[in-house]
Nanobody
């Protein structure tokens, strides 16, 4: 079991940058595939980005490629999502997620979720 808590969300203007953080509770954090999902109002939850346990492999949904960067610091039990050039279409609740067995992506349902953090981008 691992407990996840996100932070860093907020209200920003279009074109701004924002850095989300997720802290895990387990001492075996480095064994987990980590990722970020988001859910906009009235929409299904969407895969955003993921990173392998060693940080060597990353995946992104096409809409954020070149704008978002996922990274992790296993020594701090943390994963990050650096977001740049934000647009109103990025407005959503962002969730940190973890799985022990699979590299996270659109077809993977993670075993563990954080409670989410709200990101709102104004025009």
């Amino acid at each position: 079991q691992v407990q996840l808590v996100e932070s860093g969300g907020g209200l920003v203007q279009a074109g701004a940058s924002l850095r989300l953080s997720c802290v895990g509770s387990t001492g075996t954090f480095s064994r987990y595939f980590m990722g970020w999902f988001r859910q906009a109002p009235g929409k299904e939850r969407e895969f955003v980005a993921s990173i392998s346990y060693g940080g060597g492999t990353t995946r992104y949904v096409d809409s954020v490629k070149g704008r978002f960067t996922i990274s992790r610091d296993n020594g701090k039990n943390e994963v990050y999502l650096q977001m740049t050039s934000l647009t109103p279409e990025d407005t959503a609740v962002y969730y940190c997620a973890a799985d022990l067995w699979a590299h996270l992506g659109p077809s993977v349902n993670p075993a563990y979720w954080g409670p989410g953090t709200q990101v709102t981008v104004s025009s």
